[in-house]
């Protein structure tokens, strides 16, 4: 075998380094049977990392690329393995060129949730998603991945008014209304600190749940952003996703049935399920106002338009809880002033 494996030509490399060293790393998987010809793009994400579909010997497998100057691997790495010890679906880990930042995962398919979603598939695919959740924050992992503390939650929140509010629409707040805001910041933070702890993928979202064969379904991917924090945060972002839509009835009826697994699991959630709703709303908050912000950076900075069409779902969650809690009606108008400059901007909102 030569020392190189040509990669087809529609791979495209900004660093023929790089490319050179991820030739030489495809030569090395030959125990895998890997055809490098067959290499073809599989997705990307919003951050630095892209993957790859490649077949081989033993069917299909995944290849992610994730330059060491951008992206630590060893979150992913780490988070997997709990994963899977606990009987989650999560891709395992063939073989890990970490000087490079090159690995070559188990292929869990190509059918995202979100792909699948309907009404006639919704009710068996978040019966399974809720399960696997209930497995997950069973997971013992309080000193194994950072605290999602207030400092962070903090700078999340803070991509609201940097991004979506200044960036995006275009608007000074006056020292009033960034008082108001900071007031608002402050009750979310009180209401989401206040909640239990437990293992917290971050993104628990269609995106990233696989459609897979019972019984491991769904499989679990990008879960390398995990910490210890707020028990309703992946529910919030399940059952309330920036890329799919329910109906609120809807909402609460999976929101019942998984706090009826978590309690019988004996996972720290309240007896009340009144307490628990409210909980998961406010965690929710917390999540669509960052996701505003996060989608408006991904625009403006980085380039990437596809996230605006999202933008209105994601400001009717966050208006509907902040209309709906009498605290927070300063945040509800904020919200309303914005959507309004955005479209005599032109923007969308």
Known sequence: MTSQAAI???????????????????VSLSRHG???????SASAD???????????????????????????CRPFVKVGRMLRTAGLNAPEILEWNEADGFMLLSDLGTTTYLARLDASSAPDLYDDATTALVRMQA????TEVPPYDRALLTRELQLFPDWY?????????SDDERRLLHESFELILKATLAQPAVLVHRDYHSRNLMVCNAPGNPGVIDFQDAVWGPITYDLASLLRDAY??????QQIDWAVRYWQKARKAGLPVSDDFGEFWRDFEWMGLQRHLKVLGIFCRLYHRDGKDGYLKD??????????????YRVLTPLAQLLE???????EAGYTF
């Open 8 to 26: 087809p030509p529609a791979i495209h490399w900004a660093d023929e380094q790089r490319r050179a060293a991820f030739e030489r790393w495809l």
């Open 34 to 40: 890997i055809d490098p010809a067959s290499l073809r």
């Open 46 to 72: 919003a951050s630095f990392r892209r993957y790859f579909r490649v077949d081989s010997a033993e069917g299909s497998r995944i290849i992610m690329d994730a330059p060491p100057s951008h992206e630590d």
């Open 139 to 142: 997971i013992a992992a309080a």
């Open 165 to 173: 509010i200044v960036r995006h629409a275009g608007v000074e707040l």
């Open 244 to 249: 799919i839509e329910w109906e609120e009835e």
């Open 311 to 324: 933008l209105p779902m994601v400001w009717r969650y966050a208006h509907r809880v902040a209309a709906r």
């Open 337 to 343: 002033r914005l959507a309004g400059e955005q479209r």
